[in-house]
Every structure is written in C-alpha cells, then in structure tokens.
C-alpha cells in the first residue's frame, strides 16, 4: 500500500544533541510538509517542501532545518534540542499545493529530550 | 487572520450513543474545510472534507458533517458511537496560499462502556 512512513517511531535525545527525524513516501506526492504537534495541542506547521523548493514557515525556529533530497525522503533537522522541542513530529504530503489536494499523514514520530 | 476553533476540549460519551462534534471557523469566501481524527499516538486521519456543494458531507466510520455557512460551523455527526471512536478529533481549514492547514484546538473523546 501507498504510504507515508516516519522512524523512528520514538526518539530519545539529550537536550542540545542534534537530532534527524525521516519520512518517506510511497505516494510519489509533490509536497511534503513537517508539522510539531506539542502535548494536548492542534498541529503546527514548521515547513514544506514543494519538489525542491523549502518554504519555511515564519515563526519556525532556526533551530528546525530541514531536507530533501530526493522526492519520497524527507528529513527534520533539530540542531540543538531544547526541553521546548520535545513533542510529536507528524510528516504530511500532498500531490500538488491546490486547495482541494488531500494530505496524508504519516503515524508520526514521538521526540524526547532529556 | 482564517481560524478554526473547537469549543469542547473534552467529551465523554456512552457506546451506542450520538455524538456531534461542534467546530467554528472565521473569514473565508470559501472555506475549505475538514475533519481529522488521531488515534492515541498516531497520526492524523481524513474523516471527511467540504469544498463545495452538498453541505452534508459523509465521511469514513459512519462520520457526517454539516456545512452551515449562517452560522460559520461544520459539526462533525455520528448517530452510533463505537469504543474504538475514542480519540482526538480535529477541524481544520485549508489557507488558500501553500495548501497549508490550519488546526482547531481538538476534542479528545473518551467513550463509556
């Protein structure tokens, strides 16, 4: 089955060790976004990616990178993780960037720092 | 600013019983608009999605919602909840640059045997 897929599911690091979160999708999608969702709140949007272009939202921390190399991988970058950045990382795509265009999510990975 | 707003943080409902989900939503001409649900630690899951047309959408899991553009809301329905309907509920819109969502806050839903 067509998918989008996070590892790892859970990530423990320690406050202000570089961490690398992964996504990759099966769905061939144009569009790939990264999303923080924090403890008992609604998902926010870091960034995405349309094909190669980055679109950084603007109140996204500099601490939060990210990359693509390819079409089905995608890769968050915390560079110095705070206790703050301790959340669930949900990956996302899209087909295109219409307004009609479904995302998909993957299951989303859960970060720890400590 | 476009937003979405769920007014019910927590609700708690009998198996077998009805539920509605209730989700607002400011500005917009045409507001794209969706529900999610999220199983506890998992990702997100389209319930349905409103464009345009019939203002009652059907969605996956026996979900329904109603587009009610007089009182800027899109309630999400079930007539018969299941214990495994237990989960977080999200309202979301589309903003029209990006194909970017935007959350309302959620409803956790807890159901009672």
């Known amino acids: 089955d067509a998918m989008v897929i996070q590892n790892p599911r859970y990530q423990v690091t320690q406050f202000g060790k570089p961490v690398t979160l992964s996504c990759s999708q099966t769905l061939n999608h144009n569009v790939m976004y990264w999303y923080q969702q924090k403890s008992s709140q609604a998902p926010k949007l870091l960034f995405h990616?349309?094909?190669?272009?980055?679109?950084n939202e603007a109140d996204t921390p500099d601490n939060f990178q990210s990359r693509r190399p390819n079409t089905s991988f995608c890769f968050l970058d915390i560079r110095s993780p705070g206790l703050g950045d301790a959340a669930m990382y949900l990956c996302a795509t899209s087909k295109e960037a219409r307004l009609t265009n479904e995302q998909f999510f993957g299951p989303g990975t859960r970060l720890t720092v400590l | 600013a476009q937003s979405v707003t769920q007014p019910d943080i927590h609700i708690t409902v009998s198996e077998g019983a009805s539920l509605e989900l209730r989700c607002n939503y400011s500005?917009?001409?045409?507001?794209?608009l969706f529900w999610y649900v999220q199983s506890p630690g998992q990702g997100l899951q389209l319930l349905l999605k409103y464009f345009s047309g019939d203002t009652l959408v059907q969605g996956i899991k026996g979900f329904e919602a109603e587009f009610k553009r007089s009182q800027s809301s899109f309630n999400l329905r079930k007539p018969s909840v299941h214990w495994s309907d237990a989960a977080e509920y999200f309202c979301a819109r589309i903003k029209a640059a990006g194909n970017k969502l935007t959350f309302g806050g959620g409803t956790r839903v807890l159901v009672k045997p």
């Open positions: 500005y917009g001409a045409t507001p794209y």
């Open positions: 990616y349309y094909d190669k272009d980055f679109n």
